[in-house]
């Protein structure tokens, strides 16, 4: 594993609202793997904690799966957070929580690498939908100092331009995720 991870310091979550785009990230059970531009979309609610809204396109319909994000440690000033996702109401309650900590951050919050402590999941996101190769590879490098087996890297496929929520059919909330684990 080697030392330990560094996270982002002192963020400001009202700076980090707003949409990202998964330029790269490592292939993962809760992800589809066809799935084509893939984004999230956080949202400050007023108790502080955050809207989650995960979108991805596969086989041309729009899947999501909403969430909560909130600080691991409220006394802490690191960008450690949880998520909780609701899953279908089929399924049995059992709380998906998961990590997420920002790993890198740039000044002007227009890339982000987030990961969590086991070395698993990895995501580099962006505001834009597309990035420059020397960005990308930047954003790469920042990952691997920080103990990620880079090699692992996928880039996510993004449209120019970006889907609206309407243009496609809505799957089930959550189903994707679902598929993604059990198969088509």
Do not use: C
Not at 153 to 162: D, E, G, I, R, V
Request: avoid cysteine; aromatic fraction near 14%.
């Amino acid at each position: 594993m080697g030392k330990p991870m560094e996270v982002v310091k002192g963020i400001d979550l009202k700076r980090y609202m707003g949409r990202w785009y998964e330029i790269a990230s490592f292939p993962s059970l809760f992800q589809p793997r066809n799935g084509v531009n893939t984004r999230a979309t956080y949202t400050l609610n007023d108790d502080g904690t955050v809207k989650v809204l995960n979108e991805t396109w596969s086989g041309g319909k729009r899947d999501y799966i909403e969430g909560v994000a909130y600080k691991a440690d409220p006394n802490s000033d690191e960008a450690k957070l949880k998520v909780k996702f609701y899953l279908p109401p089929f399924l049995p309650i059992i709380p998906v929580v998961g990590d997420y900590w920002v790993l890198y951050l740039d000044d002007d919050y227009q890339y982000a690498v987030v990961g969590q402590p086991s070395r698993k999941y990895l995501w580099i996101l962006s505001r834009k939908n597309e990035i420059e190769e020397e960005v990308y590879k930047e954003l790469v490098a920042k990952a691997a100092e920080q103990g990620y087996d880079v090699s692992k890297l996928h880039k996510t496929p993004q449209t120019n331009p970006p889907p609206e929520a309407d243009e496609a059919p809505t799957d089930k909330k959550g189903i994707w995720w679902i598929k993604s684990i059990f198969g088509k």
